[in-house]
């Protein structure tokens, strides 16, 4: 069970918002963590906390297929995202990189910084505070297969008996 | 044995990747990639994951790294990225490998030089990936990560995207061309209204376009939130490749009965040459409806509209007129093969007699990297795929997108207008 305070973004926050490409000059998490954001909220990278959580709503991570957005989001910390809906590319990165993600369709009840927890294992969130529950989207089975061998890279190492 | 049911050109490519007869939407599969591709912003995490595996790379000849993104190596960070991965192709004898010089942007490089063929899969560690449906073949965006696995594999898996049909009817104007059906298509529709699904491209008006246009289109694909684009091949696609082709090519073409999720008819004989305005690619207007945009900068380049027939509209409209004293015109042909072209042309002499600065291939401003960065307050006009905020610059910059048609008019003026709007 994942708790966290909640950081609230509206709809298709890009991968442009989520690390400008300016800073795509390294690949070191720990640097891009520090831009996090920053097109969107410049004070989010000094604000966020391990284990807080971002709440979005639709398209959420849409644009390029930069797995530094991803790989920023993680590294700052943050524990999970919940948003309505994933751009393609991200969702898949998100699970190749082991940050959780979920798809619920009630994100716009969420509170911003609110408390809020997550089970990953059922997709149960709840709002600590108010105690509303919501049921995020099933992941799909293969994704969880990627989950449990922690990533992709494990997953293919295993299939290939290394 | 059944009959097998209709499909849509996306599902026969991957059925037929995938060993099957027949996908349908929804399903995941795992299918076999006939080429990878990687730049030099996204390479180098893919190398880093792949080596974890510990492997050989499945097939040398298959996996294309092209260093366009922050090249010429625009600081020292970035020549750090470029050598991680020029030292990674040269280790395992990478023969498609593009050093500076002789490269160009990479969704106008690997199709000029034959390496992507009708009927392929292709992944791409570049959103722009999905360029490659103008050939006919499956052509997606990926991560680095799922890059490195399928480098390792030789396959991926996918889930089979439903298919969104788009019919173009009509008789288009003198200076409409792929970037405004695909803005049109992208303003009706929305930047997530074809997210998870394949958008097929048909009709009269893309059957009378040259296939700069159609790689125009399907480039933009990804700016409604779709996995590919993809337009059924024709005699103008065989032309295409025969000659260039380096692999035997297959043409799939939908069935007439396959099942779409939707399908978007649209005429197009009043388009206007449309302009995407701040922040987002479905913010779409036609070009009269512009107003009073003063400008700063005009990019004309990038892998949605740097190549020849791109090139050969923009020194039409700038033909023996003079850029805006308060503007910068910067031209960049997306390959060395387009460039020389040009030159041979007098396309360049143009540019340069018109007060443009001219450059070597890089994606370089497209996404605010380097040769063309705007500063705070500053407005461009693009005809490149991307106005979200700050991605040309500053987060106070402003990029609206547009034809070269459109782009070479504005930098005359000054400010957006249409080319029948410069004198």
Redesign the interface.
Known sequence: MLEGRVFKFGDNIDTDLIIPARYLNTSDPAELARHCMENVDPTFASRVRPGDIIVAGTNFGCGSSREHAPVAIKAAGVACVVARSFARIFYRNAFNVGLPILECAETDNIPAGSRLQVDLTNGRIRVVDSGQEYQARPVPPFMQEIVAAEGLIPYVKARLGK | MGRVPPQTVTQKILAAHAGKEFVEPGE?VSAKVDVLLAND??A??AI??FE????QVFDPAAVVMVPD??TPN??I??AE?AKVVRDFARRHGLPNYYEVGRMGIEHCLLPEQGLVVPGDVII????H?CTYGALGAFAT??????L??AM??GET?FKVPESLKFVFAGRPGPWVGGKDLILYAIGQIG??GA??CAMEFTGPVIDGLSMDGRFTICNMAVEA?A?NGIIPPDEKTEAYVQGRGQRPYKLFKSDPDAAYKKVYKYDVTDLEPCVAFPH?PDNVRPVSEAGDVKIDQVVIGSCTNGRLEDLRVAAKVLGGRQVHKDVRLIIIPCTQEIYRQALKEGLIETFIAAGAAVSTPTCGPC???HMG?LAKGERAVATTN?N????M?H?ESEVYLANPAVAAASAIAGWIVSPEGVR
């Open positions: 995941l912003i996204t180098p995490l880093r994951e974890r595996i510990g492997v993104h922050f625009k600081d960070k970035s990225q791409g560690a570049d959103s990936t965006g990926v991560g680095s990560t799922d490195a696995a390792a594999l898996w930047v997530e997210l998870y939130g996995k987002s996404l605010g990297g960065v991307r979200f905020i700050g991605r610059g987060p």
